[in-house]
């Protein structure tokens, strides 16, 4: 009888399921007769393959919701939190190529993005109830920089890696067409958030012309500023001298990497960090172009400084992803806090490589954009070359900007000599448009050395700017006599604001500066014997 009745309760349990999942079924074939399905497939116009694409799709104005499969998807956030998915801030997403997604009838809008180089595309459909609408999209350049020898790189990424993470992000800096994804390590005095699974060449992911690597940003302090660390064999921190940034840039160079610092040394006092590193010729690099700070994403101030003085430094940038973009918040999409935002190329003379990557950018023959792109040459050196001329000897100065006159209007080419605007041109003088501009200039005598480079801009929220060209005359330095003093009296305020940070013992707990004091006062008398050196030349 116990058994007959246990029978009886899993054959009624197993009809009811049946019943349950036919309804279901039913519910489902119902609800899929009331929508359409769309069916995209997205190819690289050169090529005839699929390729990955960034992907927006709205209705009335408005996100849709819903996802495909295909999306590609990792975890991503502020402070390593899992904010982030599928979707980007601004609501899109990334595919390797195609989709598939069943929508209610109705008008919706289709953006298709693929980096800067790319031309942006935008597209109305009509989903019908029961219906498949089957589309395929080309995606075509507008300039192809790779080919060109020129190889983009995003320096300031921030997203956890592990191996399973290497294909899904190559798909994403593929969709945005970034070449280099500098995956970074992010610490605190604290803690250490976006771990990567190795470093060097263990920590490399690479597909063809696309290459992920590791790197750091690591000291990070509010007095100091965020320090800039990739190409090395390994990860440098020093939790007991954690304010003691030189002996992180002293191990990462002997670790084979290039050191530098974040924001355009502007947030968190990184002028600070920058003077008391850069006079003491511990820094290679800067973060030129970010929307961190603003929305005018070319900040020189502090770059200029060092230049001024004497001191090379690479030009760079990064988007900062999760954490900065013009829009994070609010704006347009195409202003995203997203992946590439912000963007430097480097010239390779070989094939593409990590090695000859990073040989590239230690050479800094780079330029940062947010959109333009630029050629520059001064007696045919590219940016970071060193030119040795005797006094009286021609220069001659060419430099083009090129930008797509929908997506990347021109307005201006400058060329900066010194800091000062030698040459102007815009999109309204003749022979120029916003889709290329042009500047030749020759120097028919030279005096003195010179660092010599070229900018450009385009709407407010796009521009670009070259590491310079060092110009010595008879074995001279390219520093500038005429703003010498200015900027080692700057030099001097900024190492007073540290001293004064140095004697305030806060109480909150992030502020920890008053307590390397012993340390960072002898840095800091270092740092003025480089100035009174600078001073007596």
Known sequence: MHRTVLSLAALYGFLMSGLLLLLGMKSTFAGTQQRGLLQIDIRDKATGKLTP????????GKPVTEIPNEAVAVSYGLWDHADGYAFQPDSSFYVSGHFKLQLPPGTYQLALMKGNEYVNQYHTLLIKRGKILQK?????????????????????????????????????????????????????????????????EKGNYRQGNYLLTPGQEDPRTPELGHALGFGATGAVRYGQNYYYYDKVFDELHKRGGLTGYAHQAESFHGYRGLTLDGLRGKVDMLELLQYCVSDKPLRTEHYYHLLDLGFPLTATAGSDFPWCGHD?????????????????????????????????????HTFVTSGPILDFRVNNALPGDRIALKKGDKITIRAEAYGHPKQTPLEALEIVVHGKVLGRVTKNDPGQSPGHLTINIELPSIAHGLWIAARC?????????????????????????????????????????????????????EFRAWYYKKGLKTRIDETRQCITTLTTE
Do not use: C
Request: glycine share 8%.
């Open 53 to 60: 694409v960034r992907v927006r799709l709205t209705q009335s």
């Open 328 to 364: 994070h918040d609010h704006g347009p999409p195409e202003r995203s806090a997203r992946i590439g935002n912000a963007r430097f190329y480097t010239y390779l003379d070989k094939p593409f490589s990590y090695d000859a990557w990073k040989a590239g950018v230690a050479a800094g």
């Open 136 to 200: 395929t999209y080309n995606m075509t350049r507008w300039i192809h920089m790779a080919a060109r020898g020129w190889y983009s790189a995003d320096d300031h990424i921030h997203i956890r890696r592990s191996p399973r993470e290497n294909q899904p992000l190559m798909d994403w800096i593929q969709g945005e067409d970034i070449n280099v994804g500098v995956l970074l390590k992010m610490g605190d005095f604290w803690e250490t958030y976006y771990p990567q699974y190795a470093f060097g």
């Open 457 to 509: 801009y385009g709407d407010s929220t796009q521009a670009a700017h070259t590491t310079p060209v060092y110009v010595t005359v008879d074995g001279d330095g390219f520093h500038n006599p005429e703003t010498v003093e200015t900027y080692l009296n700057k030099s001097e305020l900024y190492l007073r604001e540290l001293e004064q940070e140095l004697d305030t013992h806060h109480d909150k707990p």
